[in-house]
């Protein structure tokens, strides 16, 4: 290994040592300074990503510009995701390191998901940064729904993993090497190759919770702590479509792959969208949101041929800054205990109007209605869904996207319409963190509706 | 031109609402900035209009008065371009007249929650300036759909009734429409990708489209959905009564005299210039769904005890006129009825206005609650007095002359349409008779305290009347505005 190399993954070296030294700092004085150490670490090698460039090729990962910007946006991702974390649990009262730690130790491995190179690098990475979410899941130890949710995720995931696991190995068995670059450079004909393919796509299915892979996102949505749940549906997923992007060129030219993403995307545009429909509780109604959210990327990605690799990252970038900006509103406006149905929400736009704005902002968002980055990134979508000749499925896009407008609007109407009634507002005030973890997605939400040319430049430039 | 005119148009009233930030909580001073601001932009839609003929001398591009032109988003092939011809050009200055009433005459009436009122207001304002504008059909349908969240707030927060079904349905009902058409302005544009090489959204680079019927059906039928929930026309209408009826005055004004506009406005400009074939093709079905419209909604209006949902239900009816005019698609016609898109809404928001102050005075729009106005609002029964006249199309009144172009017009391509919606004329005159008689004339049945209008109110209802009064006596000079443009949008077709 040079030195160059060395400089190539510092992020990762930064974050999975920074991990481990929260972990001895908590012995020594825990509180809630950690979470501030643990943010310069994710910040560090934030900008660590984006300043320095530098294209390695080491055994297990291959540092590129690809790699270097989809991590940086994950890492951007945790590090709002830390602010919100902070600010409740000091309202919650979860002093100790694990829970920063442990969120290092999940961007570690997310960052290892956009540089592997080969599949069983793939696999390491995504299952760490799962197991981290295992844990933090059902941190808090006291609270009845977090220990049936970690146990849901749990088992779950280790379900995902196994097929995982198992279509690794039907491929090894077929090819006789893991390197991605190996295996992408034939053509996928043989039966076990696809198999094995099939199995891996269920499992990275799972973790981007796509029908029929998703019933346990509701439950595991609803029982996480607010910020585990706003990390957990945005940065998973987008590191989970990472390791998809590098793994598609493995069945590049098998047209079932356009047919699986086909029928994931029509079933889960269909069941999250009318499923949202009945929900009460916030969370639920966002976990199946984000089912259908997730739909819109697998219908990008069945466009994969004509641009829609980008379309669908440009997508997931867009559902992450309003899933930060929702769940970390719910967040925010829970006190010491969880403010989920829906009826609770009644006229707090006014009482707390920062985190109602960005409440109301990032559910525009998700409607897609302009001028948030959620229509930029739809029209993107449809754009490459289009081109690719696509037709009936868009039109079923689009038509279930009217029905999701009716539930979004449900809590902006509930937000803003309704009198408050008996309803206590939030008790304290926001932090700055607080204040730092909803404007930032916010504003990120507006500027990419109104000019999302420069995120446009940049995709192109690292998907080529 | 180097001031960007048109873009200043479009953005100052947005800069307007975050100047109301520093004085969130002084109420006194929010009024008369957003008031200020939408005076300013009347102002600049004057000027445009006094100086029209010397733009016309100096412009660039054939047809069109100014054109404003910029890079935005070259990957998807979305440029900022807006321009400026005779038609948008009538249809700026009723924005900004309309804006203008809208918030004089909602001045004392919302007492909570002004700031964020007034936002809301002068948000939609841009929007509404920037559909009338936009020559990019991305940036078209941008605010399109932007202009919907305002009006969405403001049923919503400061309605009446059953507010928040209305506004839900108003925007579901909207996005429907808008959705598909979004699906279609992707696919031309995508076609046109395919033909010229060229990404483009702009219309006059999608003109050079060659599309075969079979699609340009197709596509014709996304916009001309999107067009008629708002126009609207007769069964995609159901939105509109419950809306008009449940919005603040200054909702139902907007939402009358601009809203309803828009879905013409953009089928003038991009439905039948895109589309020419389908159009032609699918004129029969316009026709009808604006003679059913015409019909029906005045026999409905007709049996309303609600004075809004009265005027709300006679709008569907003047804007079914309007439809017959734009699919005559003729020269006459076409003048007619973008000018009848004027008066309509300048009649109406005025018919708004004044139901809104007696609602402020008596708190209840039932018509049986009334009598014997007369005696005790002279001032407001002779406006109402005025209006519902124009409203049944009497000459020297505005409402007529838009009449008679388009069924005149109209009586040249297709004499049974015509002869039919002569018919029609009838209708208002039973409607409105019947309420101005119960409501004005008949005796006093329930005793209510009224005051007459205030100075305000006076302002904002002598304004309009005399815009009603010039246009209907000497609407030459707007005309001779539309000529151009309406020779230009009707030329293709024999």
Known sequence: ?464 | MSIPILTILVFLPLAGSLLLIPVWRCRTLMQPIALGVALSELALALWLYVSWKGLSAAALQPGFLLVEDTSWIPTFGIRYTLGLDGVSLLMIMLTAIVFCVGLTVSWNSIKEKTGLFLAMMLIMESGIMGVFLALDLALFYLFWEMMLIPMFFLIGIWGHGRRLYSTIKFFLFTMFGSLLMLLAIIALHLLHAQQTGTPSFELQELLKTDLPLETQLWLYAAFFLAFAIKFPLFPLHTWLPDAHTDAPTAGSVILAGLLLKTGSYALVRFGYTLFPLAAQMMTPLLYTLALIGIFYASLVAFAQQDMKRLIAYSSIGHMGYVAIGIAAWQPVALSGAILQMANHGITTAALFCLVGMLDERAHTREIAAFGGVWGKMPIWSFFFLLFAVTAMGVPGLNSFVGEFLILAGTMKSSPLVAALAFCGVVLPLIYMVRLVQEVVFQKERQPLSLEDLNPREISVLVVLALLNVWVGIHPAPLLEMLHGPVQLLTGGLP
């Open chain 1, 1 to 464: 290994m040079t030195a160059d190399d060395l400089f190539a993954i510092m992020p990762l070296l930064i974050l999975s040592g920074g991990s481990v030294l929260l972990l001895l700092a908590g012995v020594v004085r825990p509180g809630g300074y950690l979470y501030g150490i643990a943010g310069a670490f994710a910040a560090a090698a934030l900008l660590w990503n984006v300043a320095v460039p530098g294209d390695a090729v080491m055994p297990g990962l291959t540092i590129t510009s690809f790699s270097r910007y989809f991590s940086a946006f994950l890492y951007g991702t945790g590090l709002v995701a830390l602010l919100l974390a902070s600010d409740y649990s000091r309202r919650r009262g979860i002093t100790g390191e694990e829970f920063p730690a442990t969120l290092l130790f999940a961007l570690t491995g997310m960052g290892a998901a956009c540089a592997a190179n080969n599949l069983l690098m793939l696999f390491i990475a995504l299952e760490s940064f799962t197991f981290a979410f295992y844990i933090l899941v059902a941190i808090e130890r006291d609270s009845e729904t977090g220990g049936e949710a970690g146990l849901k995720y749990l088992l779950n995931g280790t379900l995902s993993a196994a097929l995982m696991s198992m279509g690794i190995a039907l491929l090894y068995c077929s090819r006789g090497t893991l390197q991605l670059a190996e295996l992408a450079s034939l053509p996928a004909t043989e039966p076990l190759y696809l198999t094995g393919s099939c199995l891996i796509l269920l499992g990275l299915a799972f973790k981007l919770s796509l029908v029929p892979a998703h019933l346990w996102t509701p439950d595991v949505y609803q029982g996480a702590p607010a910020p585990v749940t706003a990390l957990l549906s945005t940065a998973s997923k987008a590191a989970t479509l990472a390791a998809l992007l590098l793994f598609i060129p493995l069945v590049n030219g098998w047209r079932g792959i356009h047919d699986i993403f086909w029928m994931l995307a029509l079933l889960s545009l269909v069941s999250g969208n009318l499923a949202a429909l009945l929900q009460n509780s916030i969370k639920r109604m966002l976990a199946w949101s984000s089912i259908a959210q997730m739909g819109y990327v697998a219908l990008a990605l069945a466009a994969a041929p004509s641009g829609g690799k980008a379309s669908a990252v440009f997508y997931a970038i867009m559902y992450a800054a309003a899933g930060l900006a929702s769940f970390g509103a719910v967040s925010l406006l829970s006190d010491r205990n969880d403010r989920d149905i829906l009826e609770q929400y009644r006229g707090l736009g006014y009482k707390s109007p920062l985190a109602g704005a960005a409440l109301a902002v990032s559910l525009f968002s998700l409607a897609g209605i302009p001028p948030t980055a959620g229509f930029m990134a739809k029209f993107a979508v449809f754009r490459s869904a289009l081109r690719n000749g696509e037709t009936a499925l868009t039109t079923v896009a689009i038509l279930t996207a009217l029905v999701a407008v009716f539930f979004y609007l449900r809590v902006v109407v509930t937000l803003y319409m309704k009198p408050p009634g008996e309803q206590p507002g939030p008790d304290a005030p926001l932090t700055a963190a607080g204040v730092a973890a909803l404007t930032i997605p916010t504003l990120v939400t507006l500027f990419l509706g109104v000019y999302p040319q420069p995120l446009l430049d940049l995709l192109t430039h690292i998907m080529a």
